[in-house]
């Protein structure tokens, strides 16, 4: 620890905490450039367990240093004008950072570390950008560029010779090939003009088993995603389609789905790469997307107080079936909602709170397979009372009162999640068109095989508790009741034993605390007949054990399944499967 002088306490706090920041941003790049390795090797489970290290790394470094400082600061940790030196100093050091706008968050989670209880303190924390959110360009370009001109074939070779793996490739002649194909099928109705160029991110993406070359495609004013992702199996390493649809693009960079590791150097310079070709995706969304969720939700906080400066409408009750767990609320604006904890919970719910915010920890450190919501946990958010509709104050009085301090300014909130809003699966079907409804029904039964493939099964399967996206994406974001498939029995209803047993209300045979019947799945999961029969047809096996147990094995055995993030149809192997040489 540093030798004290009255006058340098400032300057020593703020050099203790941005050499702290220096630790954690060295570990972070470190955990991340592991990934080329662990894709090269195949090293599944171990690039799995490099993203839950790099998730609970901020938070460890976070803790560390809180503790160091305030042994530090002793009498002074309260004092502001000591606080304001500190945080003068420290802006000094980061102004001119590659990755100033990280620093700087990580600063206010050391700050709000530092006094528990604490909602937002404008003159001691960095609420508002120092600036622009962009730190500075790179002198060095973070992209490759290439003209694209015919034929094709050319540059594709070319631009694969700029990203070099330590494994053998299984047909590289064959992919450029693929590649080249899939383009010109895609300018068949567009034309090449000679300014039409490819700028390909230098940095690859890496996540579960997948490897992703991103870059844009410009033609004239118009700019496309350019992605290829990679696949490693036996026989070596191959590209495995050509995604040029934002749709598509949109969906692999998902806020319900897991966060890449790739090597950024000027974050913000890869941000703005990235909504270039995802321009309807919030940039907090795209921080989550390269890993820094904690900035991410720093721009989310920011993006929201705009919000509220540019607009006059009341939050809200959320429409749809209330939750036995969570009061849930809205404003109709604003494309998020708010959730809060209830006090109580009615019966036949038996968690409590602490298991419910345990249950919303698994998921934010798990695989979210394209199928979970990702959760932005706040603690102590306030909100201007008078953008609160009085059903709602009513509302958060008497449900969550322990957690809601209500003032004539303000109503604080102890601790809520956000989420991105989206239609509940039951209110969408009740006015989608058959075809939009087979469609829902059919993503519904993909949302529970996939989430039983990376091991959890959803408990509360109700139609209420899944959302339908922008994109029509069936999410799961209900997760009191979740838990790890591995854990679950998968049971048959044993024959009655006598005519009376059928009679019965009560079960004639034993039932254990995770005990799972599938085959009584159809009298409560789906009301509407019509529906159940979609349901039935698309994905009945559901409704049976051996799919259950099957999956289970297979997890136990330490599989790890494949779930695309893009849609099959667009796989090489789908498009091109009687030229396979």
Not at 85 to 113: C, D, G, P, Q
Not at 436 to 461: C, H, R, S, T, W
Not at 478 to 505: C, H, K, M, Q, V
């Amino acid at each position: 620890m540093f030798e004290k002088f009255e006058k340098l306490i400032p300057y020593d706090a703020a050099h203790l905490i941005l050499t702290a920041y220096f630790q954690y941003y060295h570990l972070y790049k470190r955990i991340t450039k592991r990934a080329q390795i662990r894709f090269e090797q195949r090293d599944w489970h171990g690039i799995q367990a490099d993203a839950r290290d790099r998730l609970t790394l901020y938070r460890n470094q976070v803790g560390t240093t809180t503790e160091h400082l305030l042994a530090f600061l002793e009498d002074k940790k309260e004092d502001r004008t000591i606080w304001k030196e500190i945080k003068a100093t420290y802006l000094e050091e980061v102004m001119n950072f590659n990755t100033r706008n990280i620093a700087e968050t990580f600063y206010n989670s050391v700050f709000r570390h530092s006094h528990k209880g604490l909602s937002v303190d404008e003159e001691l924390m960095f609420v508002h950008a120092t600036g622009t959110y962009r730190e500075f360009r790179s002198t060095i370009p973070i992209y490759h560029n290439f003209y694209l001109i015919e034929p094709f074939e050319q540059v594709i070779r070319q631009l694969f010779s700029f990203y070099t793996l330590d494994a053998k490739w299984e047909n590289l002649d064959r992919d450029i090939r693929y590649v080249t194909k899939a383009l010109q099928n895609w300018f068949l109705d567009k034309e090449v003009l000679r300014t039409t160029r490819l700028e390909m991110l230098k940095s690859v993406f890496y996540r579960n088993k997948g490897a992703y070359i991103v870059g844009r495609l410009i033609t004239g004013d118009r700019v496309h995603p350019f992605i290829m992702p990679l696949l490693h199996d036996e026989r070596g390493v191959y590209v495995d389609a050509l995604l040029l649809n934002y749709n598509e693009v949109s969906s692999i960079f998902s806020y319900n789905r897991s966060y890449f590791l790739v090597d950024v150097d000027i974050v913000s310079e890869m941000v703005d790469f990235l909504y270039s070709i995802l321009p309807t995706k919030n940039l907090g969304e795209l921080y989550n997307s390269i890993g820094f969720e904690k900035h991410g939700k720093t721009v989310l906080y920011r993006d929201f107080l705009r919000h509220l400066d540019r607009t006059i409408d009341h939050f809200e009750i959320a429409p749809g079936i209330k939750g036995m767990v969570m009061s849930v609320f809205t404003l109709p604006s604003y494309n998020m909602v708010f959730k809060v904890i209830r006090d109580r919970f009615a019966a036949p719910k038996k968690v409590t709170e602490k298991i419910v915010k345990e249950k919303y920890e698994l998921v934010f450190f798990h695989d979210r397979v394209g199928r979970m919501a990702d959760s932005h946990m706040f603690q102590n958010l306030t909100f201007p009372r008078n953008r609160f509709s009085e059903a709602l104050l009513e509302e958060l009085q008497s449900e969550c009162g322990s957690k809601v301090n209500i003032t004539e300014e303000v109503v604080e909130i102890e601790h809520l999640y956000i989420e991105k809003k989206m239609i509940p699966l039951n209110l969408y079907l009740e006015s989608a068109s058959p075809e939009d409804a087979e469609e829902a029904i059919n993503e519904y039964g993909k949302a529970i095989k996939q989430l039983a493939a990376v091991n959890i099964f959803p408990g509360d399967m109700l139609l209420k508790n899944f959302g339908v996206t922008r994109l029509k994406r069936v999410v799961f974001y209900d997760y009191d009741e979740i838990g790890f498939l591995t854990e679950y029995n998968f049971r048959r209803i044993p024959e009655p034993r006598y005519y009376e047993d059928e009679l019965s209300a009560e079960p004639w045979y034993s039932v254990g605390e995770n005990d799972v019947f599938p085959e009584e799945f159809p009298r409560f999961l789906i009301g509407r007949r019509d529906i159940r029969e979609i349901f039935y047809r698309l994905h009945g096996d559901l409704y049976d054990v051996p799919f259950w147990r099957q999956i289970q094995e297979r997890l136990r055995k330490g599989e790890i399944f494949d779930v695309f993030p893009y849609r099959q149809r667009l796989r090489f192997k789908k498009q091109f499967s009687n030229n396979q040489k």
